[in-house]
């Protein structure tokens, strides 16, 4: 079904990455990623892909649903590991047509398709434990030194507040529509092209004229509560790092020096 | 001939933390002719088991047979398609899935889609419309989004109407609409169910309605049948009825309460005129003495 969607989905609980600041969270999920990318050596990645799996163990997500998260990725990681293989030339191992299959392509590919995946799995994890609304604060803070310079911090965390939370809203709206106009007897997802995009017509007119009913809703209920944009609001609960956080800080900076000592003594 | 689901279960979303068994090992059968009323709290199940009528939703486990007919094991596709077309679906808030540029066209997408004939579709577009009230002259070219709220819900009742189901499925029809709007339209209902014959589910929260409506309820409890039968023999289950967090209809309630002051009643009454003609008789009966 259309709503079983786990994509960018937040996963309520109380692991110590859940309690976690969400700007801690952010700005060292920054730093890993660059670690991941810049460091590039086979004891780092070895390093890395421990970190990340440690970091799963600590969330208390399910392993399943971080599997879950980087299935849509699947293609994309089999073509990049595909073209590796036969792109990087070195020993060659079998020939097929003009390609060349070599050792060092396969070495390679998995590697990239290894960082990959720990990019999603890492970012995923972010999403799984942080609310989006934390998530969006957060953004807003470490973004707010920008809007000196004209850049709408406040807005765009706005706005990424409300599609976060209307994602799930309009994906069931669409599945009940779906079987409504199912149930009158038309055929959804049948036929050639010209069939299908017209099908899709009593799907899309009420899905956004119900977009667009939210919309207002929500637009009205938020002027109702004399919303006004971002200048001089200030904030329900506001976010304060913990002792947890500062551990948290501490050990991912021993963690990065251990790596680049690594890779500086060890350069494989 | 009947719908019949035996042994039903299913799960939203399945193998992930959120796994939620939406119905658990549900049989029931929806009688040939029958108004059958479906109730039960928030969260019960109740649009969950009627999207199995139709075959909306394959259940996790159970069959689903409709005439006779297996909808998910049935290897006649064209059997199978016409079972599922002989059941027509109202949605809760149907309003929401009308998209047509007229009224007209929009009760006319269903046949249309099930390749009736241009005078075939213009009959049951103007008989639908008549069924439930609107003036053909007045709205069949209208833009259905200019209509009001009610008018809407009706636009896309006839527009279920106008596929002349053998079974009609119906999910809290009443839901937003005032006294009057909920008083026609059940008697809209209960009007097809007496001229076309069609075959009536009803999903419901008001019992009142029920009891005015059906000659069959069905009670739902977390995902399970709590109690299944005629109205009069529902309604005796009060404690089951309660736990289900619905109420007996007022009328059953007014009884008991009479009942328990001490006139001589019966406290299985949820029809007005007979609950008038109980509490006249006993009355009577008691100044006589
Ligand atoms: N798309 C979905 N994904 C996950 N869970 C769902 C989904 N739809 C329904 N549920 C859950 O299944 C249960 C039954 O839902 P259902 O919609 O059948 O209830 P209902 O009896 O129709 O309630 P209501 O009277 O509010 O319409 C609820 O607990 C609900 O949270
Ligand atoms: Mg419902």
Not at chain 1, 89 to 104: A, D, M, R, V
Not at chain 1, 154 to 179: C, G, S, V
Not at chain 1, 184 to 197: H, L, P, Q
């Amino acid at each position: 079904m259309l709503t079983d969607i786990t994509l960018g989905q937040y996963f309520p609980g109380n692991s110590l990455l859940h309690r976690m600041d969400a700007r801690v969270k952010i700005v060292l999920l920054f730093f890993y990623i660059l670690a991941i990318f810049v460091l590039d050596n086979n004891y780092c990645y070895a390093l890395n892909t421990a970190f990340a799996l440690a970091a799963i163990k600590m969330s208390k997500i399910p392993p399943v649903m971080v599997l879950k998260s980087i299935k849509p990725m699947w293609w994309i990681l089999l073509f990049t590991f595909i073209i590796q293989m036969f792109t990087i030339p070195g020993e060659t191992l079998c020939k097929l047509w003009i390609f060349n299959l070599t050792y060092e392509g396969i070495v390679r590919g998995f590697i990239i398709a290894l960082r990959l995946v720990l990019l999603i799995a890492v970012s995923s994890l972010l999403m799984f434990t942080t609310s989006p609304l934390m998530l969006t604060d957060a953004l807003e803070i470490l973004f707010a030194p920008l809007k000196k310079l004209g850049f709408p911090a406040h807005e765009l965390a706005m706005m990424m507040t409300i599609a976060l939370r209307f994602i799930p809203t309009l994906l069931e709206e669409t599945d009940k529509i779906i079987k409504a106009q199912k149930s009158r007897g038309s055929d959804i997802g049948e036929g050639n092209f010209m069939v299908k995009a017209k099908s899709m017509i009593p799907i899309l007119v009420p899905l956004f004229i119900s977009a667009f009913r939210r919309a207002e809703e929500l637009a009205m209920a938020m002027e109702a509560r004399s919303y006004r944009g971002g200048i001089g609001r200030t904030r329900m609960k506001a976010m304060r790092m913990h002792k947890l956080d500062f551990l948290a800080i501490g050990i991912f900076i021993i963690y990065l020096i251990i790596l680049s000592g690594i890779r500086i003594c060890m350069p494989v | 001939m009947s719908i019949e689901l035996k042994d039903i279960s299913y799960v939203y979303m399945p193998k992930t933390p959120f796994e939620h068994l939406a119905l658990d090992n549900v049989t029931i059968t929806i009688p040939d002719g029958s108004i059958t009323a479906i109730a039960g709290h928030t969260g019960s199940g109740k649009s969950t088991l009627i999207q199995h009528l139709n075959g909306l939703l394959q259940p996790a486990a159970g069959t689903v047979a409709i005439d006779g007919t297996d909808i998910w094991q049935c290897k006649d596709k064209s059997k199978v398609k016409a079972a599922k077309r002989s059941v027509g679906m109202v949605f809760q808030y149907p309003e929401h899935q009308l998209f047509e540029e007229t009224v007209e066209a929009d009760i006319a997408f269903g046949p249309k889609n099930y390749g009736c004939s241009a005078d075939e579709i213009a009959t049951r577009v103007r008989d639908a419309m008549a069924f439930v009230r609107l003036d053909y002259e007045k709205y069949s070219k209208r833009s259905p989004f200019q209509l009001s709220g009610g008018q809407m819900r009706r636009v896309a009742i006839a527009g279920v109407v106008a596929l002349k189901p053998k079974y009609l499925v119906l999910d809290e029809p009443t839901a937003g609409l005032d006294p009057q709007g909920r008083e026609d339209l059940l008697q809209r209902i209960r009007e097809l169910h007496a001229k076309e014959k069609t075959t009536i589910v009803i999903v419901s929260h008001n019992m009142d309605d029920i009891a005015r409506l059906a000659d069959k309820v069905i009670i739902l409890n977390k995902g399970k049948v709590a109690a299944e039968g005629k109205p009069a023999d529902v309604f005796k289950m009060q404690e089951i009825i309660q736990q289900a967090g619905l109420e007996v209809p007022q009328i059953t309630q007014i009884m008991e309460k009479l009942q328990q002051a001490g006139l001589s009643v019966n406290s299985d009454i949820y029809i007005m005129d007979k609950a008038v003609e109980a509490i006249a008789q006993a009355v009577r009966g008691r100044s006589r003495c």
